[in-house]
């Protein structure tokens, strides 16, 4: 059964600095990996997906890299800004069409 | 402007009570979804539906039920048989193509948070 795992759960680091969450996943059988941007009591906001042939996306601050076959991908954030501070997650399209989800890791950026 | 709503925001029940959650999309999406937020988990998935008059049970529909009527709507009830009702609830829709392309990419609402005291 497909499981995801974000580590670190919480994050904490200075304005400016540059800084990576992680995401790994069991089965490699997947279709596509997306992030998503959850703000505190609020809906999800898609920030990147990347398809399973694929090895990175870029959109502005944020690049996400995808390693199929370890079982790893990871979020970039470049110049990190108090506005990015919000709950990041994970989710992988599995074998069944189906989205499994990470817990998120909590981004506090501190000015 | 296209988008899901949900509604109401926050909904407070007293146990026993039957409550439904509306999801609504003006996306012409064929597929929605409803999933429940817990603290410290992932999104688990209750209900979702590729189409009209067709829906399937997700990992944790023990308690839920849910419609799917018209395309645009997606209407979930918690019942009194869910025995932790109290959660973050996230209706979701995409384009519904089962392809590993975007059209499984997933738009979501903004919630509802539902207390059950």
């Known amino acids: 059964k497909q499981e995801v795992t974000q580590i670190p759960a919480a994050l904490s680091v200075p304005e400016g600095e540059n800084l990576v969450l992680n995401c790994s996943f069991t089965d490699s059988a997947i279709y596509n990996l997306q992030w998503f941007r959850q703000d505190p009591g609020k809906g999800l906001t898609s920030l990147l997906l990347i398809q399973s042939s694929q090895r990175e996306q870029t959109s502005g601050r944020l690049n996400a890299s995808l390693d199929k076959s370890s079982g790893r991908s990871t979020l970039y954030i470049a110049a990190s800004q108090p506005g990015d501070s919000a709950t990041y997650l994970c989710a992988v399209l599995d074998s069944n069409y189906q989205l499994i989800w990470g817990a998120g890791t909590k981004l506090i950026i501190k000015p | 402007d296209g988008g899901i709503t949900q509604s109401p925001k926050y909904l407070f029940r007293k146990e026993g009570q039957n409550v439904t959650l509306s999801c609504e999309q003006n996306?012409?999406?064929?597929?929605m979804y409803w999933y429940r937020q817990d603290p410290g988990q992932g999104l688990r998935l209750i209900y979702y539906s590729q189409i009209v008059n067709d829906f399937q049970k997700g990992d944790i529909a023990e308690g839920y039920s849910v419609s799917r009527e018209k395309k645009e709507s997606f209407p979930l009830t918690v019942t009194s048989a869910q025995k932790n009702p109290t959660a973050f609830y996230l209706c979701?829709?995409?384009?519904?193509?089962?392809?590993?392309?975007?059209?499984?990419?997933?738009?979501f609402g903004p919630g509802t948070r539902l207390t059950v005291t």
């Open positions: 979701a829709s995409s384009p519904g193509q089962r392809t590993s392309g975007r059209g499984n990419e997933q738009y």
């Open positions: 996306l012409n999406h064929d597929a």
